[in-house]
């Protein structure tokens, strides 16, 4: 069964820097990873994109948090991470991890369960 694992989240106070780390997980014979991606919920508001990368490296980011957060992957170990810096109160909610798997030659998405970050002003 393939799962997707988050962690790092937690309180931390504005200016600080988490790291999340999402772990694609189950027999790697069974799938490949295509694009990856983190996501972000808060109540009430829609799941807004963050920051997403492709198989091949190439990153994008939501202007918010341009010039802040990194998006990177480690493909041997099946993790995308998200190193968050300068953090603001406005970037407290629910971080979720995305990826696009490729399983018996179909293509699909799947999350992560979601991993809290709350940034204290």
């Known amino acids: 069964q393939v799962q997707l694992v988050e962690s790092g989240g937690g309180l931390v106070q504005a200016g600080g820097s988490l790291k999340l780390p999402c772990v694609v997980s189950?027999?790697?014979?069974?799938?490949?990873?295509?694009?990856m991606a983190w996501y972000r919920q808060d109540p009430g508001k829609q799941r807004e994109l963050v920051a997403a990368i492709t198989s091949g490296g190439s990153t994008n980011y939501a202007d918010s948090v341009k010039g802040r957060f990194t998006i990177s992957r480690d493909n041997a170990k099946n993790t995308v991470y998200l190193q968050m810096n300068s953090l603001k109160p406005e970037d407290t909610a629910v971080y979720y991890c995305?990826?696009?798997?490729?399983?018996?030659?179909?293509?699909?998405?799947?999350w992560g369960q979601g991993t809290q970050v709350t940034v204290s002003s």
């Open positions: 995305n990826a696009q798997l490729v399983i018996r030659s179909i293509r699909n998405p799947y």
């Open positions: 189950g027999s790697r014979s069974m799938f490949d990873i295509n694009d």
